[in-house]
């Protein structure tokens, strides 16, 4: 199960993932292209990737905050469940590659069975050249690909 924003907020709203979105830094609405890396590769979401790969995938939204305690960042961190991550274009994690305030940069978690796949940024947005980038496909490639491995 892929929730792409909105529908990231209503996995964790659901209790499917853990933590919230909140109101972004700045109480502003932001739509721009922004660079992810991935943080974990072995996924259903991420097989097509390497870990460590920066994607340059879209953004649109004014509550993609992420937030959650200490204990659940600590089990996310422990179980890789931290799937993308705000970052420069050359991957590196700063505070100014952060677009809504994340915490810990963060821009999409799994579940700790890596089958549920929350994001903000937005892979559809960015699968033709015509969109600016082909990135977002390689979130829909790794889909196929574990598809096909069933």
Do not use: W
């Not at 700063?94 to 677009?99: A, F, R, Y």
């Not at 915490?103 to 559809?124: D, F, Q, R, T, Y």
């Amino acid at each position: 199960m892929i929730g792409i924003c909105n529908g990231f907020q209503i996995l964790t709203e659901s209790g499917l993932l853990p933590g919230a979105l909140m109101r972004n830094r700045g109480l502003k609405y932001v739509c721009k292209p922004v660079y992810v890396r991935v943080e974990n590769a072995a996924t259903p979401f991420t097989n097509a990737c390497r870990e460590g790969e920066v994607l340059q995938i879209p953004i649109g939204h004014m509550e993609g905050n992420y937030f959650c305690d200490p204990d659940t960042l600590a089990q996310l961190q422990r179980q890789r469940q931290i799937i993308f991550r705000y970052c420069t274009a050359t991957g590196e994690i700063t505070d100014e590659s952060n677009p809504n305030g994340s915490l810990e940069n963060i821009a999409g978690i799994s579940n700790a069975g890596h089958n549920v796949l929350g994001m903000m940024p937005h892979p559809e947005r960015s699968s033709e050249l015509a969109l600016g980038s082909v990135d977002g496909c390689k979130v829909f490639e790794s889909l196929v690909s574990a598809f096909a491995a069933r």
